[in-house]
């Protein structure tokens, strides 16, 4: 009898063997697709007007059109905070009286700083001061969205356009041929262009 239930302990050991394995797949996939959901970090922001508890996905839903949005949080009477959502990217720029710092909250992109690039992630964190030229470049395929803050607080109007040296811009063929002249001659446009000088006429007597 107890030989004859010998092969019915293995064929159940066998199963439960056969379950466990299929439970830590599972497990796996569960874990794996929980890991590629977008984190959704919590702000809380105490200012004179009170307590804001929001959280990034709706300050994101808020940003208006167009490759960079900026998002007023608050300020005080030292800094001001922003969440800046770029799709495509910043223009080179810098701040003649403000420092910042950036805190990467989603998405991936590249910062450069005074024409060194650095790959920024989430969770990474730059700071910048004032008069040094830098732009953010997302290089994912959703939005980026970053945590600045500036000191002192920043109304926007201290943005300056820098444009990039040429030593540092990248070597592309022109589209259009810059030469004003011809080729096999040496006579400019504007030459051709010139009417004939009228022939003098001799003086009569």
């Known amino acids: 009898m107890a030989n004859a239930c010998r092969p019915r302990r293995r064929v159940c050991a066998e199963r439960l063997r056969s379950n466990r394995a299929w439970l830590g797949v599972l497990a796996a996939v569960w874990l794996a697709g929980c890991a590629l959901e977008a984190p ?7 200012y004179e007007k009170g307590n804001q508890d929001t959280n990034l996905t709706t300050l994101i839903s808020r940003a208006g059109p167009g ?3 900026v998002i007023d949080l608050g300020r005080t009477a030292w800094v001001s905070h922003h969440l800046a959502v770029v799709r495509d990217a910043e223009v080179p720029h810098y701040h ?7 805190v990467v909250m ?29 732009f953010f470049r997302n ?3 959703s939005p980026a969205a ?13 943005t300056v356009v820098a444009e990039i040296p040429p030593s540092e811009q990248p070597l592309e063929p022109p589209k259009r041929g810059w030469w004003p002249f011809r080729r096999g001659s040496s006579t400019s446009k504007a030459q051709e262009a010139k009417p004939p000088a009228a022939e003098e006429k001799p003086a009569s007597d």
């Open 146 to 158: 970053a945590f600045v803050t500036f000191s002192p607080p920043f109304d926007g109007r201290d």
């Open 106 to 134: 989603r998405g991936d992109g590249v910062i450069d700083i005074d024409g060194k690039p650095y790959a920024m992630h989430p969770g990474d964190v730059v700071h910048v001061q004032r008069g040094v030229r830098h």
């Open 40 to 46: 959704n970090p919590r702000f809380t922001l105490r």
């Open 139 to 141: 290089t994912g395929s």
């Open 96 to 102: 003649r009286f403000h420092d910042l710092t950036v």
């Open 67 to 69: 490759p960079v949005s």
